[in-house]
């Protein structure tokens, strides 16, 4: 857990003969594996910034999978690794993917995650998008029952955000209806 950790950081410093009422005057580097297991969320956002706060002259070199430790992280700090042909390949990542960004935009860019959703809402989502596009492009109808089931399983997670989304998008579908008729009718007219 990190306050183990940060206890032998603390009695390493002491032992080392450093002045623990200035922890400013510790040097060193420190190297944490997942600095974010058994972190809530808001220590995840905030653990670093404390330690590079208390500690100014210690280097922490961490690897992390969360988001929100990304977040706190100044671009020119944060190194992302990739594997690519067998090999480990490092890029410095910008300062706006890091701290300008939503865990969401993190999660998509540094992660190669497209869905902040799970498994079985994101499909049901890719084929409500899949139907609602050939809605769109007149191949297939509103009333059509793989897209009718398809609503109604997005529904059935009982989510006020799936909900909200599905909102949004039938006012869309209703408002891009409504447009292209009154723009059919404007033809005609002339």
């Given amino acids: 857990t990190s306050f183990s950790w940060i206890l032998d950081l ?3 410093a002491w032992k080392a003969g ?3 009422e200035k922890p400013e005057t510790i040097v060193g580097i420190v190297m944490i ?3 974010d297991i058994h972190l809530h969320i808001k220590w995840q956002r905030t653990i670093l910034t404390v ?3 208390v500690f100014k002259n210690v280097q922490f070199i961490i690897t992390t999978h969360s988001p929100f430790v990304v977040q706190s992280v100044s671009g020119s ?4 690794l990739k594997i690519k042909n067998d090999y480990v390949e490092a890029k410095t990542v910008t300062n706006d993917i890091a701290i300008g960004s939503s865990y969401e935009t993190v999660i998509n860019e540094l992660f190669d995650q497209t869905s902040i959703f799970s498994p079985k809402v994101q499909e049901a989502f890719d084929i409500f998008y899949q139907l609602k596009q050939s809605i769109l492009d007149g191949k297939t109808s509103v009333k059509d029952a793989e ?3 398809t609503v109604a399983k997005l529904q059935g997670f009982e989510s006020d955000e799936i909900n909200t989304i599905l909102g949004m998008e039938f006012r869309l579908q209703y ?3 409504r ?6 009718s404007r033809k005609s007219n002339k």
């Avoid at 700090?77 to 992302?80: D, P, S």
């Avoid at 447009?179 to 059919?184: E, F, L, V």
């Fill in 51 to 53: 330690l590079q706060d």
């Fill in 147 to 149: 897209f009718a089931a």
């Fill in 77 to 80: 700090n944060l190194v992302e």
């Fill in 10 to 12: 603390v009695i390493r």
């Fill in 175 to 177: 408002e891009y209806r």
């Fill in 179 to 184: 447009i292209k008729t009154q723009n059919r």
């Fill in 18 to 20: 450093f002045d623990l």
């Fill in 33 to 35: 594996d997942e600095i």
